[in-house]
């Protein structure tokens, strides 16, 4: 009489894993990239996003955008603190933690390894193309701080070389993506979104915004390279901001009212 010969199933690895913790002082690490990828690096990038459409008013709104930015208190500092040495960090220690990683896409086709390379690829895209943003814009040329009527010319002539154009266009893409599944890796890596239900409708939502990031970025490129604002001057007077205007017109009231009653 035969009998069955019972064979134990292959095991098969899952590959990587979306979501995984380090121990230890890794964990700490891990724990303030991931933070400092929401605040305040992802906090500077819809600022920034939403600087740079201000080109879509022109020469001289861009102009103001910048002037303003850059006459905030301690803003030397500021930028250093919160923008500067928090992107050097998380840039830094993504690569770190990308080569010590893994993944494997031919033989374990899951969605995680996929967005791990992904992330990953996205990150690193966004590191090189902040480190040469940083440099042409705010340390080679012209400087803006003390010329910001030139940032439109500045940016426009650095566009106008189509390599460089499609440079912005991937960059603008792939910070948009890596920081919309960034946001989506926060919130169940803390605990915001537990569960497999949360995180996919919550995916949905990143992705939503990670498109409407994208359009933004793309419409401001086209600020620059379309035809409502070709051959920019070099340099010109910043309109004078909403917040300026508002800020002048109290005086002015204040004035006034002090007026009327020294007259009364």
């Not at 895209?125 to 009527?149: D, K, M, N, T, W």
């Not at 990143?206 to 340099?235: H, M, Q, R, T, Y």
């Amino acid at each position: 009489m035969a009998t069955a010969q019972q064979t134990s199933a292959p095991t098969v690895k899952r590959g990587i894993q979306p979501l995984r913790a380090g121990q230890g002082n890794t964990f700490i690490l891990r724990k303030l990239h991931s933070l400092l990828g929401i605040i305040p690096i992802g906090a500077f990038l819809l600022e920034h996003l939403l600087s740079n459409f201000e080109a879509l008013k022109g020469p001289a709104a861009y102009g103001a955008q910048v002037k303003f930015l850059n006459s905030l208190p301690m803003v030397r500092v500021l930028e250093w603190v919160f923008i500067f040495l928090p992107i050097l960090y998380h840039g830094l220690y993504g690569v770190w933690i990308w080569l010590r990683g893994k993944s494997n896409i031919v033989y374990y086709p899951w969605a995680g390894n996929w967005m791990y390379m992904a992330q990953r690829y996205t990150g690193l895209i966004a590191i090189l193309y902040i480190g040469q943003h940083v440099y042409r814009q705010r340390f080679s040329g012209v400087s803006l701080p003390e010329h910001p009527g030139a940032a439109f010319h500045k940016v426009q002539m650095e566009l106008q070389n189509p390599w460089m154009l499609a440079v912005y266009v991937i960059a603008m893409i792939a910070i948009c993506w890596h920081f919309s599944y960034g946001i989506w890796l926060f919130a169940a890596k803390w605990g915001i979104t537990p569960g497999v239900t949360a995180r996919k409708r919550f995916g949905y939502v990143c992705a939503a915004l990670g498109v409407v990031l994208v359009v933004i970025g793309l419409a401001s490129i086209w600020a620059f390279v379309g035809p409502n604002f070709k051959n920019a001057p070099d340099e010109v007077a910043p309109v004078v901001s909403s917040m300026t205007y508002h800020a002048g017109s109290a005086e002015s009231l204040t004035g006034f009212v002090d007026t009327i009653q020294l007259q009364g």
